[in-house]
């Protein structure tokens, strides 16, 4: 609100003006920028005195000697107005971003999705900002960024240059900044836990001088509250993902016999999967007593030779088998394993000379311990390589570089690199 002679004047200070003129016994005339008169007679003549601040009119006083003293006292009244001022707005503010950051706290602990996350803390930035765009960001990799959510939705335009230099720097220091040029404002705050910057919550205006330090504040604030729930959305999307996964691979390997598989210490394991219940399929063309000899010594033989060879075993109601070998050693786990498969292959052979099971494979992949959260992405693994085997013998990269093997080119699009092992 501007300042004005007559909103100083209210109260106090008018008594005040009344006493100085009987003490003065000077009569003198307090107007306003626009000469309407505020305290004195309308008709009084004199010298005329400005009253202003900050380079402001805002009145005259008029009068004898007096009135350069009264100007002096108004002028020492508007300071004092103004610091006021100054300071209820201050608390203002601060009250508003106060309630800004409760609001969006507690909003934020009703949900449990990054998107819903994001959603929230893009509506409260876009609305306090009232820029002409607001996004919240994840880090991909390196200084590479994907929008998750963007305020409005068809401002998904191709980022400026500029802009991008911005978000490579806050990534890099993790620090929030204000850039300013020609084309607008851009603020940027780094979502960040203890030991990374993992996202960016950004803001831009096409008016470059529309923010200042105290929008940035705001914007860091708001990127810290978000930044807590944003990591704990991750960390439960994560958790139901690994639980879904491990919901999926326990149809084939159970808890208790990974639990046994790695019960002495090994850090690393391999997976061995061979799906022999396919041998009906196969062999749909032989007599069906003939299929379930061959499939029934197949198996034993297939057992025994994996048993022998130190593995842990598991035998699922469809004959899928599934071995874990567990050592101290990688190169012990790797030659372990596929010196099994290869043995496993031979054996169907031997116990099918009309050679219907010819075309069951077996996938080998290596894998983490329970404690490093990637076992049973291995397991997956090892369960797509079998699947896609075709009476092969599929190894992982990580796997290659213990064994020797071959790589299979032009056949799978958009995969890790696949190996096979010769029989």
């Known amino acids: 609100m501007k300042l004005s002679l007559k909103r100083i004047l209210r109260g106090s200070q008018n008594e005040l003006l009344t006493n100085l003129r009987s003490i003065a016994q000077e009569s003198f005339r307090v107007e306003d920028v626009k000469g309407k008169v505020l305290f004195g007679d309308p008709d009084l003549r004199g010298q005329v005195h400005e009253v202003n601040h900050d380079g402001e009119l805002l009145g005259r006083v008029v009068g004898g000697s007096a009135a350069e003293l009264v100007a002096q006292m108004l002028e020492h009244s508007a300071s004092k107005e103004a610091e006021k001022r100054a300071l209820a707005n201050e608390t203002l503010e601060r009250y508003k971003e106060l309630n800004l950051l409760y609001d969006l706290s507690a909003s934020l602990s009703e949900v449990l ?53 911005v978000e ?13 040029s020609e084309a607008g404002a851009i603020l940027s705050a780094p979502l960040k836990d203890s030991r990374q910057v993992f996202g960016l919550l950004r803001a831009r205006h096409d008016d470059p001088e529309a923010w200042s330090a105290a929008e940035l504040k705001v914007v860091t604030s708001l990127a810290a509250t978000a930044a807590g729930a944003v990591s704990h959305a991750i960390l439960h999307q994560g958790q139901l993902e690994e639980q879904a996964r491990r919901g999926d691979i326990e149809r084939f390997i159970s808890p208790d016999l990974i639990s ?17 219940a396919r041998a009906t399929a196969l062999g749909r063309s032989v007599d069906p ?28 109601q469809n004959d899928m088998l599934v071995a874990v070998f567990a050592a101290e050693s990688d190169e012990v786990c790797a030659q372990g394993a ?45 369960a797509q390589l079998q699947a896609e085997s075709h009476g092969r013998i599929l190894i992982d990269e990580e796997l290659s570089a213990f064994v020797d093997a071959l790589p299979v080119t032009g056949e799978f699009e958009n995969a890790n690199p696949i190996f096979e092992v010769e029989v």
Do not use: W
Not at 121 to 135: E, W
Not at 138 to 165: N, Q
């Open 260 to 276: 046994t598989a790695v019960a002495d210490g090994a850090k690393r394991a391999v997976v061995v999967f061979c799906d022999l």
């Open 168 to 180: 490579r720097r806050v990534l890099e220091t993790g620090r929030a900044e204000l850039f300013q």
């Open 338 to 382: 596929t010196a099994a498969a290869r043995y496993i292959k031979k054996l169907i052979s031997q116990v099918d000379p009309m050679g219907f099971m010819n075309d069951i494979g077996i996938g080998v992949s290596m894998t983490g311990s329970m404690e490093s959260g990637v076992f049973f992405d291995g397991v997956e693994r090892a």
């Open 289 to 316: 007593e003939d299929v379930l000899r061959v499939t029934d010594q197949a198996r034993r033989k297939a057992l025994q030779a994996l048993i022998g060879s130190g593995a842990t075993v598991n035998l699922t």
């Open 113 to 165: 999705t990054v998107d819903a996350v994001a959603e929230r803390v893009v509506t409260a930035a876009h609305g306090f900002l009232n820029g002409s765009c607001t996004a919240l960001l994840l880090r991909t990799h390196g200084d590479s960024t994907r929008v998750i959510m963007c305020e409005p939705p068809d401002a998904l335009e191709t980022p400026p240059d500029e802009l991008l230099e």
